[in-house]
């Protein structure tokens, strides 16, 4: 089998000088693990393609063409999405980009491994996802059009509608500093949430190609910053909390409620200081997260085998006996089971 493996920022899509930095050294690392993985399954042949700025290509077990323009890389993704057997694409919803891009896919005739354009339309858009869950009676931050909002009550979380990353993310505690967003932001393409202290965390999970969920990963903290700008520092795994079984409840019911969920998913999770034992969602990334760098380091197993249709198993992978601490930048680093450590806070 021949997988095309398509991340954005790498990919020649778009100049990595103006690329977000944070964005860029995650969908860095992403990649890297993921063609890594799949190229050590039996009968998988991985091609990707790799902007020359960003120097010699690491993986000489992958196959990447060189690209210096975003025309040439278009030609390049669809031609490639055309010619292999199957294509997964790593890219932030910012700015609707994954959906774009696996729109792409499917114009050029390819089969894709992401999840269906219409998944990606409803988890990649917050406000709608908001609606969708609070139809759905699943336990979510309430959210608004920063356009259309009430005054809030502070403090409060501004970030995109659709977005990735903590990319353009603010707490404003006061209503100067709510001002003083509003005026540097696109208020239409924004949302504000009341800001919900509690411990962030996140769940991931393979879904099949009918939606069925095969795979349940364990809990993984997540680390924010604490600066009001809440940016995503990595995190460890596994997350061992006494609300496990309420977190992981929540991920089904949530994952049952929508349709089109296909390969690596990952569910955005918070434990309120308030009342811990009733967990919200946060958001659902229809994607691979970055948690996949820590997942791949506990497991004893290829995790990539689980996103592969021919080669899915309902088997449970088997896990170290360790902590991973992993950074958004790729690094990884384990400490024994049981060791304390900070998660952080977050929205």
């Known amino acids: ?133 609070q139809a759905a009676g699943i336990p979510s931050i309430p959210t608004a059009s920063l356009n259309e909002a009430d005054p809030p009550e502070f403090p409060c979380v501004i970030k995109p509608r659709c977005g ?60 924010l910053s604490d600066d009001g700008r809440l940016k995503y520092l990595g995190g460890h795994a596994p997350f061992e909390t006494p609300q496990a079984d309420a977190l992981t409840d929540l991920v089904l019911s949530a994952a049952k409620s929508i349709g089109g969920l296909r390969g690596y998913v990952g569910f955005d999770l918070l434990l309120p200081y308030a009342a811990p034992q009733q967990p919200m969602l946060v958001e659902i990334n229809p994607r691979l997260t970055t948690s996949y760098l820590g997942y791949r380091a506990l497991s004893r197993d290829n995790l990539a085998a689980w996103l592969l249709p021919q080669s899915r198993t309902t088997n449970a992978p088997r896990w170290r006996h360790a902590r991973v601490t992993f950074g958004p930048d790729g690094t990884i680093a384990d400490s024994p089971a049981g060791t304390a450590m900070t998660s952080g806070t977050g929205p």
């Open 164 to 223: 990735a990353g903590s990319e353009n993310t603010y707490v404003a505690h006061d209503s100067t500093a709510y001002r003083q967003v509003c005026n540097a932001v696109a208020g239409d393409e924004m949302i504000v949430q009341p800001y919900v202290a509690g411990t962030p965390c996140s769940i991931a999970a393979f879904f099949d190609d009918h939606s069925r969920m095969t795979t349940l990963l364990p809990p993984a903290a997540q680390h």
């Open 1 to 133: 089998m021949r997988l095309f493996l398509s991340e954005f920022l790498c990919s020649g899509a778009v100049d990595p000088a103006t690329a977000p930095a944070s964005l860029l050294r995650e969908g860095r690392s992403m990649l890297l693990a993921l063609a890594e993985d799949l190229a050590r399954l039996d009968g998988i042949e991985v091609c990707t393609t790799w902007h020359a700025d960003l120097g010699d290509w690491p993986l000489p077990e992958v196959n990447a063409l060189p690209v210096g323009s975003a025309n040439d890389e278009e030609v390049a993704f669809r031609r490639l999405a055309s010619e292999c057997d199957a294509t997964y694409v790593i890219a932030p919803e910012l700015d609707k980009l994954l959906l774009q891009r696996c729109r792409m896919v499917e114009q050029a005739g390819g089969t894709s491994l992401n999840c269906t354009l219409e998944a990606i339309a409803l988890t990649g858009d917050k406000l709608r996802l908001w609606q969708h869950l």
